[in-house]
Each structure stands twice: as structure tokens, then as C-alpha cells.
């Protein structure tokens, strides 16, 4: 009988394969949520319009995006 493969938290769901880049990837997402949060910005709201702006927007400018510096734009606005 061969060895099987043990999770470390067996209620998870995820059996062994959860990758470390995966975790790497999710706090980064979670840290810019997070930070959005702090800067009483809508996490959600910041992250559609940078993600719609960032490939036109200047590249000398990019802190303009960051949630302590970003307005959002004019449609969102009036929505």
C-alpha cells in the first residue's frame, strides 16, 4: 500500500493542493483590499476603475492610484 498524501487541515477541502504561490497571491490581493478599507475607499469600486484606467494611465503618475490618492472618475461618480 502506497503512502497517501495528508492535508495538514483535513476539514479544508483542499487536500495537499494549495500551492505557496497561491497563498502569495491572495495576500497580495487581500493587502490591497485591506489597504482600500483603511483609506475609507470601496474596495471593490477602486479595484474596477484602476483596473480599467492602469494600461492608459501615465506612467509617471501611477501613484494617483493608490487608494489614498484616488478619486473616482466622473461616471462613477454619477452613478
Do not use: C, F
Not at 498524501?5 to 491572495?26: I, K, M, N
Not at 501613484?63 to 461616471?75: C, D, E, F, S, Y
Request: without cysteine; glycine residues 6%; positive net charge.
Amino acid at each position: 500500500m502506497g503512502r497517501r498524501l495528508r492535508s495538514r487541515a483535513p476539514d479544508s477541502g483542499h487536500y495537499g493542493v494549495a500551492s505557496d504561490r497561491g497563498g502569495e497571491r491572495a495576500a497580495i490581493i487581500l493587502t490591497l483590499i485591506h489597504t482600500a478599507k483603511l483609506n475609507d475607499v470601496d474596495p471593490q469600486a477602486w479595484l474596477a476603475d484602476v483596473l480599467t484606467r492602469i494600461a492608459d494611465h501615465k506612467i509617471n503618475d501611477l501613484a494617483a492610484l493608490l487608494p489614498w490618492n484616488w478619486h473616482p472618475t466622473k461616471i462613477e461618480r454619477a452613478a
